[in-house]
């Protein structure tokens, strides 16, 4: 059984950083591609930044770019994002998912998701 548990969530004052954590069990980790997602009340799931198998390739859209950094530790199987200068606008639950595959994919051939965790930015 796949499992994909967000944890590192919760209330921040605008400026500040959080550190998401995102533990799997169930699938070969290394051969996954992963990403991060997010999405606010009454808004649609929004890409938040994604990190191939092997950790040294990453992209991110403009949004959350200079300001978000995706990283994975394959021994741990266990992907992150450190989210610096925390804005508002960056208030929603964020989700990890995991891809099987070397080319990046869309949103909706992300075959697992986690759960969600809970982020709040305080203006």
């Known amino acids: 059984q796949v499992q994909l548990v967000e944890s590192g969530g919760g209330l921040v004052q605008a400026g500040g950083s959080l550190r998401l954590s995102c533990t799997t069990s169930g699938l070969t980790f290394s051969l996954y591609i992963m990403g991060w997602f997010r999405q606010a009340p009454g808004k649609e799931r929004e890409f938040v930044a994604a990190i191939k198998s092997s950790g040294n390739i990453s992209y991110y859209p403009d949004s959350v770019k200079g300001r978000f950094t995706i990283s994975r530790d394959n021994a741990k199987k266990t992907v992150y994002l450190q989210m610096n200068s925390l804005k508002s606008e960056d208030t929603a639950v964020y989700y990890c998912?995991?891809?099987?595959?070397?080319?990046?994919?869309?949103?909706?051939?992300?075959?697992?998701w986690g759960q969600g965790t809970q982020v709040t930015v305080s203006s």
């Open positions: 998912a995991g891809h099987l595959g070397s080319r990046w994919p869309q949103t909706r051939e992300y075959r697992y």
